[in-house]
């Protein structure tokens, strides 16, 4: 069985994220940069699949040169190979304009089922799975908090509000995954120091025969037009309490809009 995961760069959640006031983009460069942590449980079900079916692994990302650290982080978690799309072309593209290059990258690959996260920490719009599905022509699994895989037939629990809903589909397929799927497993040394020598293949846009001025920010279909920081905390407001502090605390929150 192959299969492909798709793995995104992003900031750290953690830390403090700002934005580029030339163009209003992401500030990565600057950034504590990490692997999406929604993709890590990708990978580990990617991995917990190959244990019991046999087959291969490749990790997928389009990004800058940064993102070999994520990528070296999937091969040591078990990943097989990687391919890496970078291309400075593809600065500012938005998610419609990301899915056609990805898209374009996994016509070239050999795979039977493709997993991601569910969602990216720094954009959230948890969209490209069904982009990506749409493009390709594959059914999309969506929300999986449990999968299967039975010969050509791949079955997942989505996972809703209030229970979940049991999918099936034949492969190939795509399917995005929860945070409540699976444990990531931590590299081990050994798998640290084997990912130095597994194999990375770096594709330009040009690679994958998609036209540099069909992305990036010049011709988005979103974009961010203005920011601002987030305003300095302001001085509390101290109630006395001299038999009317439950009024005073109600005209306060009123006073604010909060009731």
Request: hydrophobic share 40%.
């Amino acid at each position: 069985m192959n299969i492909v995961v798709l793995v995104k760069q992003v900031p750290d959640s953690g830390s403090e994220r700002k934005l580029d006031s030339s163009d209003n983009t992401v500030a990565r460069a600057s950034a504590d940069n990490v692997i999406n942590e929604m993709d890590e449980y990708a990978i580990e079900e990617a991995l917990t699949v190959k244990e019991s079916q046999g087959g291969e692994v490749t990790v997928l990302t389009v990004g800058p040169g940064s993102a070999t650290d994520a990528i070296r982080k999937a091969l040591s978690m078990g990943a097989d190979k990687a391919v890496h799309v970078t291309d400075d072309a593809v600065h500012g593209s938005c998610a419609v304009q990301t899915s056609a290059v990805i898209a374009a990258a996994l016509q070239q690959l050999e795979y039977d089922l493709v997993l991601c996260g569910a969602e990216s920490t720094d954009g959230q719009v948890s969209v490209m799975p069904a982009l990506l599905s749409e493009r390709l022509g594959i059914p999309h699994l969506s929300g999986a908090r449990k999968l299967t895989v039975e010969g050509t037939t791949v079955r997942v629990e989505r996972q809703t509000d209030g229970g979940y809903w049991m999918l099936e589909s034949s492969l190939p397929a795509i399917v995005s995954t929860w945070d409540t799927i699976n444990e990531p497993r931590y590299p081990s040394f050994k798998g640290i120091m084997a990912a130095k020598k597994k194999p990375v293949e770096t594709k330009s846009l040009a690679d994958l025969g998609v036209d540099p001025a069909s992305v990036g920010l010049a011709t988005a279909t979103s974009r961010v037009l203005d920011f601002a920081g987030r305003p300095p905390k302001g001085e509390g407001v101290k109630v006395a309490d001299e038999g009317d502090g439950a009024e005073k605390l109600v005209g306060y929150l009123a006073a604010q809009k909060l009731v």
